[in-house]
């Protein structure tokens, strides 16, 4: 085990955190232990959890227990909450704390319930012109085995590009959309209406942290091409930068216990959802709440 006080990442302000926290690997992510989310948090709690969010990216809150009411309520300290965007099989807007899960409407575990994007390493609504800043979930039900969510850490990822790979893409951007979610997850076409909803838009490929001014490779499954690149480079370019990024030594992978409560940075993340559990069989069922971010730049 890490020793907490021991622990000064040279990335860290070097402040004592006001809890109990552990990091849980070399790119990233800490867990947390003995805070309680479900009761009132104080500016100078909310403060120390953002510092320690922005030197993890990852924070994984153990042994929790929070209502959706209560889930809401903790992520409002962030910022401003986001709609899920599409709608409900009913046609209903999705509640602003929102379900992540394979059960249908019938609550019966079904391949078919899950957002096949989720399974494609993504960094949260970049097909929107102002992204997601943090996404977090909390473990309702969990399958006995696996179901786990992998994130790698495209600040590590962009550091360790050549000095000939930052500069060529330097000041590059790439067109990102729903629609080319959806054609690269191998969903059924986004609709007319959908991609009237939901036009493309640019982000930099080479995004900086706003609020670490660190770079970080910004792309994902709703990238489309890149932007002024004849369509074979732009294929190559993204193809050689995605497994570059999904090299291990920048991936971590969060095994789900009962009562964790994750939350993590979209700026300097991509994640996805593994398959590897009986998707058919067992239930898993998460409670997500997203915040909305600032414009890429
Ligand atoms: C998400 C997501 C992955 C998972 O909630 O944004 O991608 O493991 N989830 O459920
Ligand atoms: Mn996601």
Same mark, same amino acid.
Request: one cysteine or more.
């Given at each position: 085990? @890490?020793? !907490?006080?021991?622990?000064?990442?040279?990335?860290?302000?070097?402040?004592?955190?006001?809890?109990?926290?552990?990091?849980?690997?070399?790119?990233?992510?800490?867990?947390? /232990?003995? &805070?309680?989310?479900?009761?009132?948090?104080? %500016?100078?709690?909310?403060?120390?959890?953002?510092?320690? /969010?922005?030197?993890?990216?990852?924070? !994984?809150?153990?042994?929790?227990?929070?209502?959706? %009411?209560?889930?809401?309520?903790? #992520?409002?300290? /962030?910022?401003?909450?986001?709609?899920?965007?599409?709608?409900?099989?009913?046609?209903?807007?999705?509640?602003?704390?929102?379900?992540?899960?394979?059960?249908?409407?019938?609550?019966?575990?079904?391949?078919?319930?899950?957002?096949?994007?989720? $399974?494609?390493?993504?960094?949260?609504? #970049?097909?929107? %012109?102002?992204?997601?800043?943090?996404?977090? &979930?909390?473990? !309702?039900?969990?399958?006995?085995?696996?179901?786990?969510?992998? /994130?790698?850490?495209?600040?590590?990822?962009?550091?360790? &590009?050549?000095?000939?790979?930052?500069?060529?893409?330097?000041?590059?951007?790439?067109?990102?959309?729903?629609?080319? #979610?959806?054609?690269?997850?191998?969903?059924?076409?986004?609709?007319?209406?959908?991609?009237?909803?939901?036009?493309?838009?640019?982000?930099?490929?080479?995004?900086?942290?706003?609020?670490?001014?660190?770079?970080?490779?910004?792309?994902?499954?709703? @990238?489309?091409?890149?932007?002024?690149?004849?369509?074979?480079?732009?294929?190559?370019?993204?193809?050689?930068?995605?497994?570059?990024?999904?090299?291990?030594?920048?991936? $971590?992978?969060?095994?789900?216990?009962?009562?964790?409560? !994750?939350?993590?940075?979209?700026?300097?993340?991509?994640?996805?959802?593994?398959?590897?559990?009986?998707?058919?069989?067992?239930?898993?069922?998460?409670?997500?709440?997203?915040?909305?971010?600032?414009?890429? $730049?």
């Amino acid at each position: 085990m @890490v020793d !907490v006080q021991a622990h000064q990442d040279t990335r860290g302000s070097g402040i004592p955190y006001p809890f109990d926290i552990r990091p849980l690997t070399e790119t990233g992510g800490a867990e947390v /232990f003995g &805070l309680d989310l479900s009761g009132p948090i104080d %500016d100078a709690m909310r403060d120390a959890i953002l510092r320690a /969010f922005l030197e993890f990216h990852i924070l !994984v809150f153990r042994d929790q227990s929070l209502t959706k %009411d209560q889930q809401a309520a903790f #992520s409002r300290h /962030f910022g401003e909450l986001e709609h899920h965007v599409g709608r409900l099989p009913d046609g209903s807007p999705y509640p602003i704390v929102h379900t992540v899960t394979n059960l249908d409407e019938n609550g019966k575990p079904t391949p078919g319930a899950v957002a096949l994007g989720n $399974y494609f390493w993504h960094t949260d609504k #970049s097909y929107h %012109d102002i992204p997601s800043l943090m996404t977090m &979930l909390h473990a !309702v039900e969990l399958p006995t085995k696996g179901g786990d969510t992998q /994130f790698t850490n495209t600040r590590l990822a962009y550091e360790a &590009l050549s000095p000939q790979m930052k500069a060529r893409i330097a000041g590059l951007k790439a067109e990102h959309s729903w629609e080319a #979610s959806r054609r690269n997850s191998g969903a059924p076409p986004a609709t007319e209406e959908q991609k009237r909803e939901r036009p493309p838009v640019a982000h930099p490929i080479t995004r900086t942290h706003p609020d670490t001014g660190e770079k970080t490779i910004y792309l994902g499954n709703h @990238v489309s091409h890149v932007i002024g690149l004849p369509e074979d480079e732009s294929k190559a370019l993204i193809a050689e930068l995605m497994a570059h990024i999904e090299q291990p030594q920048f991936i $971590y992978t969060h095994q789900w216990r009962d009562g964790d409560y !994750v939350m993590w940075d979209n700026r300097c993340l991509l994640h996805r959802a593994a398959r590897n559990y009986e998707i058919a069989s067992e239930r898993r069922l998460l409670h997500r709440t997203v915040i909305i971010g600032t414009k890429p $730049y």
